[in-house]
């Protein structure tokens, strides 16, 4: 069965202290991994889709790395409006479905 | 471009008791998708659609939960009778044509589930 596992599970930093995020993930052959932002009371808003080992995406503070087993979302000198849950998802090859992992609340103080 | 619009927001019932959500997709999206979130959790598909065709129902309890898309494009949920573990939030998402191996899903807000 495929499993996503994010650690940990609350983070909390200092404005400007980067630091990273897990996600490991047993999967019966990798289509893609995904990465979603989801603020309180409201849904995931897709951040980006990661395909192959190797494979980095970027966005403002966000970069998105991927191994064989993990992927992290590394976030540099964040700021208070980047505090949210980043939730992690994959989906097999030959699966439509997106399997989550529980997401990293991330809280950073002004 | 509007997103995925649900309704409502906020329910509270008893249980045993019936109870109905709505979604509104963006236009053009034509896979439509529930998920359930439970607190502290990442969302679990319930029932995935393809223009008005259910083709992943496999994870939806089907002895007290129905779903349906008449015309490809509204969608309702209902559970009848709801139980107290069905408290949760109810996201609806849905996705472009040809993008269903992209993971880039569009969610509502939610419809958030209490159940007493």
């Known amino acids: 069965e495929d499993q996503v596992t994010q650690s940990p599970e609350a983070l909390r930093l200092q404005e400007g202290e980067s630091s990273s995020l897990n996600c490991s993930y047993t999967?019966?052959?990798?289509?893609?991994l995904f990465w979603y932002r989801q603020d309180p009371g409201k849904g995931p808003e897709f951040l980006f889709t990661?395909?192959?080992a190797g494979e980095e995406k970027e966005k403002e503070r966000l970069k998105a790395t991927l191994t064989k087993k993990e992927s992290f979302l590394h976030i540099t000198a964040p700021k208070p409006e980047d505090s949210a849950t980043y939730l992690c998802?994959?989906?097999?090859?030959?699966?439509?479905?997106?399997?989550f992992g529980q997401g990293t609340r991330l809280t950073i103080n002004p | 471009e509007a997103g995925v619009v649900q309704s409502p927001r906020y329910k509270i019932i008893e249980k045993k008791q019936p109870v109905a959500f709505w979604c509104n997709p963006i236009?053009?999206?034509?896979?439509l998708y529930w998920y359930r979130q439970n607190l502290g959790q990442g969302p679990e598909l319930l029932i995935r659609?393809?223009?008005?065709?259910?083709?992943?129902d496999s994870q939806l309890p089907k002895d007290r939960f129905s779903a349906e898309r008449l015309k490809g494009v509204d969608s309702t949920l209902k559970i009848q009778p709801a139980e107290l573990g069905d408290s949760a939030v109810y996201l609806c998402?849905?996705?472009?044509?040809?993008?269903?191996?992209?993971?880039?899903?569009?969610f509502g807000e939610g419809s958030r589930l209490t159940v007493l």
């Open positions: 998402a849905s996705s472009r044509p040809g993008t269903a191996n992209t993971g880039e899903l569009f």
């Open positions: 999967v019966s052959g990798l289509r893609g």
């Open positions: 990661l395909y192959s």
């Open positions: 998802a994959v989906q097999a090859r030959g699966a439509q479905k997106l399997v």
């Open positions: 236009s053009g999206h034509n896979t």
């Open positions: 659609y393809e223009n008005e065709e259910a083709v992943d």
